[in-house]
């Protein structure tokens, strides 16, 4: 990723890695507890999942500029 100036292409490993870690953390932890959770664990997990569910949504928000640009680029 050439056309990036310093540190732009680390910020990308550094949030594709987050998002696939916490999706991984989720499809094989939090997904299966969340199914066989009830009363005040069920609302103790639905919380882990949001904060993790809005911790991805951060770290794509993130970014989201420097992967439109590396899109532009390789369609260019």
């Keep these: 990723m050439h056309f990036l100036s310093a540190g ?3 910020r990308i490993s ?4 987050e998002v696939s870690y916490l999706g991984s953390n989720i ?3 939090v997904v299966p507890k969340f199914l066989s ?3 005040d ?14 911790e ?5 928000e993130a970014m989201e500029a420097d ?3 590396l899109m532009n680029h390789r369609n260019s």
Excluded at 41 to 53: A, G, P, Y
Aim: charged share 35%.
């Design 8 to 10: 732009e292409d680390d």
């Design 14 to 17: 550094h949030h594709l890695a």
């Design 27 to 29: 499809s094989s932890h």
């Design 37 to 39: 959770a009830e009363g």
């Design 41 to 54: 664990e069920l609302q103790e997990i639905s919380i882990d999942l949001s904060w993790d569910l809005r």
């Design 56 to 60: 991805i949504k951060e770290a794509i």
């Design 67 to 69: 992967l439109q640009r």
